[in-house]
């Protein structure tokens, strides 16, 4: 099956004893050409690996055939094109001037999830939400300002039966995550559960109220 070209590049086999290996990836990928983003996996299921986002597809290209078995911090690096989507993310549409607002189906949605989430108390500090029996949505909390769909959606990707990544409209710190089965949302529910999307904001992790 072919794979069409992206802008990001999935890294895995990283030395795991290497404390700031986003920095060690920037100096090494910089070369290539501009990197908008490095997200770097600390969880225990996911240390080693990482997503370098390029600006151009060519840089990612180049940066693949060039990096593939590079020894970083004598482990040889294993580099993969991330193809996720069949479209561009919103960071790179907006960035080629292609972006497009929502569907109205998927509009309507996130208005339903707010809906859902002010009257089930979802958004309140007050319920942790770790009584809540398993769901095959998880629901996600204490995120930081900067917390993009492109950025949730390449730590939650790579577990299987991944559906989509649901912001709420109005809130940068909630979000939703959907998965086919209660099992498969379980797994990336334990594999993420405290992971750091910023060194002050550890993600919450659990599963939505039904």
Do not use: C, W
């Not at 996911?46 to 290209?61: C, D, L, N």
């Not at 095959?136 to 204490?142: D, G, K, R």
């Not at 769909?149 to 710190?173: A, I």
């Amino acid at each position: 099956m072919d794979i069409r070209p992206t802008h990001t590049i999935y890294a895995n086999n990283l030395n795991e004893k290497i404390k700031k290996e986003g920095k060690s990836l920037y100096a090494i990928f910089s070369q290539f050409g501009q990197i908008l983003d490095i997200v770097a996996l600390k969880t225990l299921k996911m240390r080693g690996q990482a997503f370098v986002i390029f600006k151009e597809i060519s840089s990612a290209t180049n940066a693949l055939r060039s990096m593939q078995g590079f020894p970083f911090y004598d482990k040889p690096m294993v580099l993969n094109l991330l193809a996720y989507s069949k479209k561009d993310s919103d960071v790179i549409s907006k960035l080629k001037g292609t972006y497009q607002e929502r569907t109205k189906e998927k509009k309507k949605k996130k208005k339903e999830v707010k809906k859902v989430s002010l009257i089930s108390g979802q958004g309140r500090t007050d319920d942790d939400g770790s009584k809540n029996p398993p769901n095959h949505i998880l629901f996600l909390n204490n995120l930081p300002p900067e917390t993009q769909e492109e950025m949730l959606n390449m730590l939650f990707n790579r577990f299987s039966g991944f559906k989509e990544v649901r912001l709420v409209p109005g809130r940068h710190d909630i979000a939703f995550v959907e998965f086919d089965s209660d099992q498969q949302a379980s797994d990336a529910k334990g594999a993420l559960q405290g992971f750091k999307i910023s060194p002050t904001h550890a993600m919450k992790v659990t599963f939505a109220k039904k």
